[in-house]
Each structure stands twice: as C-alpha cells, then as structure tokens.
C-alpha cells in the first residue's frame, strides 16, 4: 500500500482557510511591570438566547493604587480545537480575535462595558470545523505597544450549545480504490433555532483529509456528499458543522471497510 504525500496539501489546506477570518493567538507576555488589571465576566456561562455578557475590571499600579482616566482595550476570542491528527506540540486552540472596545477608567480604576456578546462576528461560516464551545475575554492595558510589555487580564465563559443530530446511509460498505462513497443524510436540530439550510457537512475518509469532501444541506437539512477512493483511505467518518456557534455539529462513524490490495 502506497503513503501519500497528504501532509502537505492538508497544511496548505488548513493555512488558505485561516486568511479568511482575522485570528491571534494569545499574548504570552507577563503583566506590566508597573499595572495590573483585573476582569470579570457578569455570566460564567451563555446559551443559545442569552449571547451577552457585562465585563467589568479593575486597573492599579502594583502597589495598588487606581489608576484614573486611563483607556482599556477589550478583545474577545471564540475558542476552536485544533485538526490536529500529528500530535505536533502546537497550540491545540484556534482564535477568532476581535476587538470589542475601549473603555477609561473611572477615579477608582474600575471599567465597565455592557452587553459585550459572546459570539462570532463574522456572518461567514469559520474556517475551523471543530468548536470548543468557550469564549474567552482579554482586558489590555499597553502604555507602549513597541516594548512588548503589557498588564493584562483574561475571563472565559462557557457557551452551552444546542444539540444537532445526523441520520446517513451509504451506498456500499465495502469499497475499492476508484469506487465512488456516496452518504446521504440529514442534518437536524429543534425548531426556533435558525435556518438548517447551508449548513456544512464534511466526509471524511483519510485523517488528512477533513476538508476534501463537502457540501451543505438543502431546507430540509438534507445533504448528499461524495468522496473518490483512494488506496489509503482508511477512516471513514461524516461530520457537521453548523455556522452558529451556539449549535453543536454532530458526526457519525461509518462502517465502511476499504479493501484495495
């Protein structure tokens, strides 16, 4: 049996799909040497009609004295697991980053910002399959962005997802390398809870190979998707990966056996 050259074409996969979001990865920087902040979330955990949070903190030199009529920038971070299949000793998290605001401190040093939602911002569906369901929130005080020193502070909470189901059939369980797999299924979630229609739906069939084959449901959340066999597929899975982060995709294992010398 031949090893494919996957490796590659997956990571170019997985960077063209990165440039279509702005994403950061976490400061890893200490606090200033001179500041702290503090940050809290008014909710530790959000749900599918409560998206919003009030965020609430504190900025003091170290001594503890406040520090008055100074700007603070808040940032927000949905949080995805990372396709991961080689066991590289990376980041195992990817971050959708936006700014959510600047806000002054009062004569105590304490900030406020309300009704901050805890949510994508992005209309588009995110280029990572894989959420984790958290979203985290960063308070950062920088007096000189070019010293890479700043005093900051992060809160995460958790977002309770809605749970999706998927029904699926195959057209044969035994396959040969050329032969076509063809799944049809249906995606499903309760009603009230957005549109089914457009939501994505992936086979997978090779542990490189989660972005190959894809399509997306019709209204009714059915969807039909094909893969062409090669020698080395081995792992045969179908997964979905609804838009809305407050909707939890579903995925099914296949008993699909390739059997090509």
């Given at each position: 049996?031949?090893?494919p050259a996957a490796r590659p074409t997956a990571v170019a996969a997985l960077a063209l799909a990165a440039t279509a979001v702005v994403v950061a990865p976490p400061a890893h920087a200490a606090d200033g040497d001179d500041y702290r902040v503090t940050l809290t979330s008014s909710t530790a955990t959000t749900?599918?009609?409560?998206?919003?949070?009030?965020?609430?903190?504190?900025l003091t030199r170290t001594d503890g004295t406040p520090v008055a009529g100074a700007p603070v920038q808040l940032e927000e971070s949905v949080l995805y697991n990372t396709w991961n299949p080689w066991g590289d000793p990376i980041d195992p998290t990817e971050w959708e980053?936006?700014?959510v605001g600047t806000v002054r401190t009062d004569a105590e040093g304490r900030f406020t910002l309300e009704d901050?939602?805890?949510d994508r911002a992005d209309d588009r569906p995110s280029p990572y399959l894989f959420p984790r369901h958290q979203v985290m929130f960063r308070a950062v005080y920088d007096t000189d962005p070019t010293d890479f020193h700043m005093a900051f502070a992060d809160t995460t909470v958790k977002v309770q997802p809605v749970t999706?189901?998927?029904?699926?059939?195959?057209?044969?369980?035994?396959?040969?390398?050329?032969?076509?797999l063809v799944v049809k299924g249906r995606v499903v979630w309760p009603a009230g809870h957005g549109p089914i229609a457009g939501t994505r739906v992936f086979l997978r069939t090779y542990f490189e190979s989660a972005y190959n084959a894809?399509?997306?449901?019709?209204?009714?959340g059915n969807f039909t998707v094909r893969a062409r066999i090669r020698d080395y597929d081995n792992?045969?899975?179908?997964?979905?990966a609804p838009k809305d982060y407050y909707i939890a995709g579903a995925s099914k294992n296949l008993p699909v056996k390739n059997v090509t010398p």
């Open positions: 049996m031949r090893l749900d599918y009609k409560n998206r919003t949070v009030d965020l609430t903190g504190t980053t936006r700014g901050v939602p805890a999706s189901a998927l029904t699926y059939r195959v057209n044969k369980t035994t396959v040969r390398e050329g032969d076509t894809q399509t997306t449901t019709d209204a009714r792992e045969f899975a179908v997964f979905s």
